[in-house]
C-alpha cells in the first residue's frame, strides 16, 4: 500500500473529502508506521488498532453517504496515557495502574469522538506525568525521533515523538508545569497550553489540580487551533471549565514584550541565538519589541516544586491498591497500613514517592505556613508581574527550554538540573496563562528549538495569530 503518512490535519481531510483515500486507508497506513517505526522510538504504551480502524469504517460510511464532516473526521491521532478512552487501558505510564482499563471517556475524549476522530493509541509519559523527558515512565523511555539517543522531553515526550515520526497526525498532552511545551520544543512540534478551565480535566488522572491542562500537539497552528476548538468549553463535570473568550480587536502594532529574566544564567548560547533572531524577525515584520521584567521568575521552579507535590500527595492517595491499583498481594499483612505501604511502595516509581513525601512535608501542621502557605503568596506575586507586563505588551516571547534535547541518562542523577529546566514554563501554570511552543530553529547539530509565546488568559486566539507570523519562516 501507498504510505499515506507526512499529513496536517487540513492535508489528510482534504485527502478524504477529495477520495484520495478512505479513512481506513490513511488509518492502516499510520499503523504500519508505528509498526515500522515504534520499535526504536517507544512512543506508545498501547496500541488500539481495533477501535482505530472501526472508527474509521464509520467515517467512511458517513463519507459514502455524503454526510458533512467534521474537520477532525478520519484524522488519526494519539492520546497521552493519563487521559481516559473508555476501555482502553489507562497507566499514567506507572505500575501501579499497568493493567487499569478506563471505564469512561474523558470529556476531551468524548468531545474528540463526537467529531469522528480515529484513536491510534495511548502514549508514553513521566509517570503521573511527573518529569521533563519520558525516561521516569514505569515501563520504558522514549526516543527523540531527531536523535534516538537523547530525550524527547516530557512528560507528554511519547505525544510529541508520534507527532514527530508520523505516527499520528495529531496528539493531546497534558501539561502541569511544561508537560505540552517542552516536549514540542525538544521534537520540532508545535504545542499548546490553554488557558487554565478552557478545556475540561475531567477523566484526566490528576496531577496538580490548580495546574494541569490538557492541550493540542500538532504539526501546524492551523492543526492546534482546530483541536483546540473542539476540545475547548463549559463541562459540568469540571467545576473550573469556563466557555470564556476574550473577542480581539484587530490592532496596528503587535507588541511583543521580552523579558529580561528569560535570557539570564543558564541559558543555552545556540538557543538564545535563535529566539533572538525569532524577535529580530518579529521587528522586521512590523512588531514593536519592548523590553520587560517578570521579577519574581527566579522563585517559580521552587513555588511550582512545593505547589505540584502538594496537590500531588493529596491526588494520590487514591491510589492504594485496595480503591484503585494493583494489589501487590501482601501475605500476613498485620494492618491496613502493611498493606498501603507494601501496594504503594511496589506501585509507585521513586520519583512519584519522593514528590508524594515532599507534598505530605509541606502540607503538614507546622511546616505549611513556612512552606504551602509561602509558595501560595509567591504565586500570586508572579501572577501580577504577569498582569503588570501585559499592561504594556500584547504577548511576551522567550525560550520554552533553557536546555537543547539532552542525551538519555544524562540529567538522570541531578533531579535539581531537570526541575531548574522547567524555568521558563512552570510560571504560565502558576498563573494560569496560555502559551505555545513553535519550532524556530535548529541546534548546529540538528536538533530543535522552540519560542514560547506568552498571552493574558483568555488570549488563545491572539497566541495562534502571533504564533503564525513566524511559523515555517526560520527553520
Ligand atoms: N517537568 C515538570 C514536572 O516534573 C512538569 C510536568 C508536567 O507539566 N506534567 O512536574
Not at 259 to 275: R, T
Amino acid at each position: 500500500m501507498t504510505n499515506l503518512t507526512n499529513f496536517t490535519i487540513k492535508q489528510a481531510q482534504n485527502g478524504l473529502q477529495n477520495k484520495d483515500f478512505s479513512a481506513t486507508e490513511l488509518t492502516r497506513s499510520y499503523l504500519e508506521n508505528i509498526k515500522k517505526k515504534d520499535k526504536d522510538i517507544n512512543a506508545y504504551i498501547s496500541i488500539s488498532e481495533d477501535l482505530a480502524l472501526s472508527q474509521a469504517e464509520e467515517i467512511d460510511k458517513k463519507i459514502a453517504q455524503k454526510e458533512s464532516l467534521s474537520p477532525l473526521a478520519g484524522i488519526p491521532c494519539a492520546i497521552k496515557d493519563n487521559i481516559m478512552v473508555k476501555g482502553e487501558r489507562c497507566t499514567s505510564a506507572s505500575k501501579i495502574l499497568e493493567n487499569y482499563r478506563a471505564i469512561y471517556d474523558a470529556t476531551v475524549i468524548e468531545k474528540l469522538k463526537t467529531s469522528g476522530a480515529v484513536f491510534l493509541g495511548k502514549t508514553n509519559l513521566d509517570e503521573f506525568a511527573m518529569g521533563g523527558s519520558c525516561e521516569r515512565s514505569a515501563f520504558f523511555p522514549t526516543k527523540n525521533p531527531h536523535d534516538l539517543e537523547r530525550v524527547p522531553g516530557g512528560s507528554s515526550g511519547g505525544s510529541a515523538a508520534a507527532v514527530a515520526s508520523d505516527m499520528a497526525i495529531y496528539a493531546l498532552g497534558s501539561d502541569t508545569g511544561g508537560s505540552i511545551r517542552q516536549p514540542a520544543s525538544f521534537c520540532g512540534i508545535i504545542g499548546m497550553k490553554p488557558t487554565y478551565g478552557t478545556v475540561s480535566r475531567y477523566g484526566l488522572m490528576a496531577y496538580a489540580s490548580s495546574l494541569d491542562q490538557i492541550g493540542p500537539m500538532g504539526k501546524t497552528i492551523d492543526d492546534c487551533e482546530i483541536i483546540f476548538n473542539t476540545i475547548r468549553g463549559l463541562d459540568k463535570m469540571d467545576s473550573t471549565s469556563t466557555d470564556f473568550e476574550v473577542k480581539e480587536v484587530k490592532k496596528e502594532k503587535l507588541r511583543i514584550g521580552v523579558p529580561k529574566e528569560y535570557f539570564g544564567e543558564g541559558l543555552d548560547k545556540e538557543i538564545e541565538e535563535s529566539i533572538k533572531k525569532a524577535i529580530e524577525f518579529y521587528e522586521k515584520n512590523g512588531a514593536e519589541v519592548i523590553d520587560i521584567n517578570l521579577p519574581h521568575t527566579e522563585y517559580a521552579v521552587s513555588c511550582y516544586y512545593i505547589i505540584a507535590p502538594a496537590e500531588a500527595s493529596a491526588n494520590l492517595a487514591r491510589f492504594d491498591g485496595l480503591k484503585y491499583g494493583t494489589d501487590s498481594k501482601l501475605e500476613n499483612p498485620q494492618s491496613i497500613n502493611d498493606l498501603y505501604l507494601e501496594n504503594r511502595t511496589k506501585g509507585f516509581g521513586a520519583e512519584v514517592r519522593k514528590r508524594i513525601m515532599l507534598g505530605t512535608y509541606t502540607l503538614s501542621s507546622g511546616y505549611y505556613d513556612a512552606y504551602y502557605k509561602k509558595a501560595l503568596q509567591v504565586r500570586t506575586l508572579i501572577r501580577q508581574d504577569f498582569e503588570k507586563a501585559f499592561e504594556k505588551v500584547d504577548v511576551i516571547v522567550g525560550p520554552t527550554s533553557p536546555c537543547l534535547p539532552f542525551k538519555i541518562g544524562e540529567k538522570a542523577d541531578d533531579p535539581l538540573a531537570m526541575y531548574l529546566a522547567d524555568i521558563y514554563t512552570v510560571s504560565l501554570n502558576l498563573a494560569g496563562l496560555p502559551g505555545m511552543s513553535v519550532p524556530c530553529g535548529k541546534s548546529k547539530s540538528g536538533l530543535p528549538i522552540g519560542l514560547q509565546i506568552i498571552a493574558p488568559s483568555f488570549c488563545e486566539k491572539r497566541l495562534f495569530d502571533t504564533g503564525r507570523i513566524i511559523e515555517q519562516k526560520i527553520i
